[in-house]
């Protein structure tokens, strides 16, 4: 996150100036042929180079909260928000961002089975650009508000997807950074961890904190965000308000991502009675 240029004289938090994009695809190979129909036979694929953003401009003011929906669901919002975040680099154009924006990606998947949860604690913090001693200090914060304390020094082995999540998120917000951009659920937990959470990002916001959400359903838009971004065809098709917008795409089609279940599942163990112990907390 270092190495991350950011110019705190920029009026806005984050601009895209004719930004261009091109990313590898795999696609299923084509033709008539004996070999071409022998290749699709054994799900063979090609790799090709295709356009997922053309001269995309826009620019994004400080405090504000933007939704950002795909028109079509081959319409991708992910790489949006990794441009956002300069963890993508964009082929022509430029992206100016006035200080860090936190991208929050992945979740459950972050978290290493083979770790404790104080290990995966420090080491999401520090990829999060948070120090040792930052991580130290917000460390009772973040096992208070994630309900980690009986199982602090345990293998993560044990831990259900669901608090896996809860563990990346809550160090995500303890970085209290100025901007953040998400790709996935905003809030997340039961219903009880869920009220804290919409605390915790509405009281960000007030204090002018900058958010770009992508993969939220159409509540969490409309309760959250003041401004929605529609991309069609690699392009800003819409600029306007969330009722906009949906109107636009449809509510429908505006569902929240979930993390991908075969990746939570990784290295859990069978113990119902570890996995209780978290539960309990």
Not at 33 to 46: C, H, I, P, V
Not at 226 to 254: K, M, P, Y
């Amino acid at each position: 996150m270092a190495r991350i240029h950011c110019d705190p004289s920029l009026g806005n938090a984050l601009e895209f100036e004719d930004v261009t994009l091109t990313m590898p695809r795999r696609r299923r190979r084509k033709g008539g042929g004996r070999s071409d129909r022998l290749r699709r036979l054994a799900q063979e694929t090609s790799k090709v180079d295709e356009q997922v953003y053309g001269n995309l401009t826009f620019t994004v003011a400080p405090g504000e909260a933007v939704a950002l929906i795909g028109r079509q669901p081959k319409d991708s919002t992910v790489e949006l928000i990794r441009l956002a975040a300069g963890t993508l680099i964009p082929d022509h154009g430029h992206v100016r961002r006035r200080d860090v924006i936190l991208p929050i990606l992945r979740r459950a998947g972050l978290v290493n089975a083979k770790l404790t949860v104080r290990q995966n604690i420090f080491v999401i913090g520090i990829l999060l650009g948070l120090s040792p001693e930052q991580i130290n200090e917000r460390m009772d914060w973040i096992v208070t508000t994630a309900g980690l304390s009986r199982a602090l020094d345990s293998y993560a082995r044990a831990c259900p997807p669901e608090l896996r999540r809860r563990i990346v998120w809550t160090v995500s917000m303890a970085a209290d950074a100025k901007a953040y951009a998400t790709q996935g659920s905003l809030i997340v937990g039961d219903d009880s961890y869920r009220e804290v959470g919409w605390q915790h990002v509405e009281k960000l916001k007030e204090q002018g904190a900058t958010f770009l959400v992508a993969g939220q359903n159409a509540r969490v838009m409309e309760r959250f965000c003041t401004r929605a971004l529609v991309i069609g065809d690699g392009q800003v098709i819409l600029d306007g308000t969330v009722e906009e917008a949906l109107n636009l795409v449809g509510r429908g089609q505006v569902k929240e991502d979930e993390d991908d279940a075969a990746e939570d599942a990784i290295d859990l163990l069978d113990s119902s009675a570890e996995r209780d112990e978290w539960r309990a907390d």
